[in-house]
């Protein structure tokens, strides 16, 4: 069984940092495509940024792209998401989730994904 587990989230000013991170086990962390969703209070949950089982693969959503950069550690089984010059329109309860249906590409959909974490909220001030 999964398990992935956020931290990092919390409350910053307009143009602050946050680094989030996501902390896997159960399966083998390495084979396989890390993505990171958002859903604001109302609306659906989006896609913000993947990265492949290598790390060499990433892809952002434009309204974040230059500003979040997506890693990953395969040794320690995390993956991060480095948010920089955070906007309230940031503000979201950050999801990272794991795809495993296979190793060949990266999807942005958030149905294609199997494993869930339960969530951390970041809250940017303005």
């Known amino acids: 069984q999964v398990q992935l587990v956020e931290s990092g989230g919390g409350l910053v000013q307009a143009g602050g940092s946050l680094r989030l991170s996501c902390a896997a086990s159960?399966?083998?962390?390495?084979?396989?495509?890390m993505g990171w969703f958002r859903q604001a209070p109302g609306k659906e949950r989006e896609f913000v940024a993947v990265?492949?089982?290598?790390?060499?693969?990433?892809y952002y959503a434009d309204s974040v792209k230059g500003r979040f950069t997506i890693s990953r550690d395969n040794a320690k089984n995390t993956a991060d998401l480095q948010m920089n010059s955070l906007k309230p329109e940031d503000t979201a309860v950050y999801y990272c989730a794991q795809f495993t249906k296979t190793a060949l590409i990266i999807t942005t959909d958030p149905n294609e994904y199997d494993y869930w974490g339960q969530g951390t909220q970041v809250t940017v001030s303005s």
């Open positions: 159960g399966r083998a962390f390495s084979n396989y495509t």
């Open positions: 990265i492949n089982w290598s790390g060499i693969n990433t």
